[in-house]
C-alpha cells in the first residue's frame, strides 16, 4: 500500500476521531526508527507531525536527530528544513513571527559587529514583502528564484540589501 494513501487513511481517522493519540505516536517513532534519508519525502511523518501537538513530538523529534547524529551526522542537515517547515505548519503565526524577529536580530548583530558599529539608517519606509508573488510561492526554491530576480532587477540598493 503507497504511503499516500496509509497518510490518507491517517487523516481520515483523526477527523473522525477514531484513532488515539498514543498511537500516533507510536506511529511516528515507528516511521522515524525506519526513516534515515529524504524524511520530507515520507508522507505518513509529514501528516503525523502536522496533526500531533508539538508537545508530543518534540522529544521524538529530538531523539531522531540525537540518534541520526550519532550514526550518520552528514545525514542531520538535510533533515533540518523538512522539520522546522513541519513546526511552522503545527504552530499559529506567533512561532513563525519570533523566528522571523530572531533572523532578523541575528542579521543586526553581524551588520553591527555585535553593537560595535551604528547600525545603519533606512530611509524610506517600504513593504518589500509585496514585491514577492506570494501565489507561486510553492516550496523554497520558489521563493529563492524570485528573491534572486528581485536582487537581479532591482535597481533600488535597499530593495536588493532587504531582500
Known sequence: MPKDSI???????IGQGKIDTSLLLALLEFELDKEE????????ISCLIKRLPSPLTDPIIARYLSELTEK??????????????????????TYANS??????????????????????????????VKLIDWETVVDMDTLFYQIIKILILSEDADAARTA
Open 7 to 13: 497518510a490518507a487513511g491517517i487523516e481520515l481517522l
Open 37 to 44: 534519508y529524504e524524511i520530507s519525502r515520507n508522507p505518513i
Open 72 to 93: 550518520e551526522h552528514d545525514y542531520v542537515e538535510p533533515q533540518l528544513p523538512a522539520f522546522a517547515y513541519w513546526r511552522i505548519d503545527q504552530s499559529d503565526n
Open 99 to 128: 523566528g522571523i524577529e530572531g533572523l532578523i536580530a541575528m542579521f543586526k548583530t553581524w551588520t553591527t559587529a555585535a553593537g560595535h558599529y551604528q547600525e545603519p539608517d533606512i530611509i524610506d519606509e517600504f513593504d518589500y
